[in-house]
T-cell receptor, first 113, second 114 residues
Framework: QKEVEQNSGPLSVPEGAIASLNCTYS??????FFWYRQYSGKSPELIMF????GDKEDGRFTAQLNKASQYVSLLIRDSQPSDSATYLC?????????????FGKGTLLTVNP | ETGVTQSPTHLIKTRGQQVTLRCSSQ?????VSWYQQALGQGPQFIFQ???????GRGNFPPRFSGLQFPNYSSELNVNALELDDSALYLC?????????????FGSGTRLTVV
């Protein structure tokens, strides 16, 4: 079983719509969760991090965490063509592995004008 | 405040050769991690250095090695290059041994092994 899994893409949404990106993780002890955006040929850029169950909002972005279900998601409201990128979910390990991030493969999002 | 800088940006090497990649951490950050990102995959953790000591390693063979210097800059060395080593190599810095918040990534070094 893969440690961090993301919903298979690519995901295509029209401009102005809500894009929903999902991620599940296997390490039940994980405490912190991150969403990175990566444009083609560029390095990952941190969008949001979340530690507590529930929702965390930052502008058009909302991260949602459900530790019981080992599930984290990212919602992008009013999607713009500039949001077109690969979105990477990352989980910080627990216990002796709490120094590293484990990434999913990423979901490619395309926002159509 | 400067960000994380990596050099070189692109590199082409021949199978069997050795390569050294360099990273300068963000000001105030004492922890540097290295990740390998193959095409179409998420980054994979190679190792981390905190205050000049390796304090974590991923599932990479010993021919991947590193150093951290007193100014917290870091090097990643790869010996006996293989074709599968072709990837984007990312350096990330943070403070507090990597237990605080997220990592700031550098722009990466694109390594091609032919």
């Amino acid at each position: 079983q893969k440690e961090v899994e993301q919903n298979s893409g690519p995901l295509s949404v029209p401009e102005g719509a809500i894009a929903s990106l999902n991620c599940t993780y296997s390490d039940r002890g994980s405490q912190s969760f991150f969403w990175y955006r990566q444009y083609s040929g560029k390095s990952p850029e941190l969008i949001m991090f979340i530690y507590s169950n529930g929702d965390k909002e930052d502008g058009r972005f909302t991260a949602q965490l459900n530790k019981a279900s080992q599930y984290v998601s990212l919602l992008i409201r009013d999607s713009q063509p500039s949001d077109s990128a690969t979105y990477l979910c990352a989980v910080r390990g627990s216990g002796g592995s709490n120094y590293k991030l484990t990434f999913g493969k990423g979901t490619l999002l395309t926002v159509n004008p | 405040e400067t960000g994380v800088t990596q050099s070189p940006t692109h590199l082409i090497k021949t199978r069997g050769q050795q390569v050294t990649l360099r990273c300068s951490s963000q000001s105030g950050h004492n922890t540097v991690s290295w990740y390998q990102q193959a095409l179409g995959q998420g980054p994979q953790f190679i190792f981390q250095y905190y205050r000049e000591e390796e304090n974590g390693r991923g599932n990479f063979p010993p021919r991947f090695s590193g150093l951290q210097f007193p100014n917290y800059s870091s090097e990643l060395n790869v010996n006996a290059l293989e074709l599968d080593d072709s990837a984007l190599y990312l350096c990330a810095s943070s403070s507090g041994g990597g237990r605080n918040y997220g990592y700031t990534f550098g722009s990466g070094t694109r390594l091609t092994v032919v």
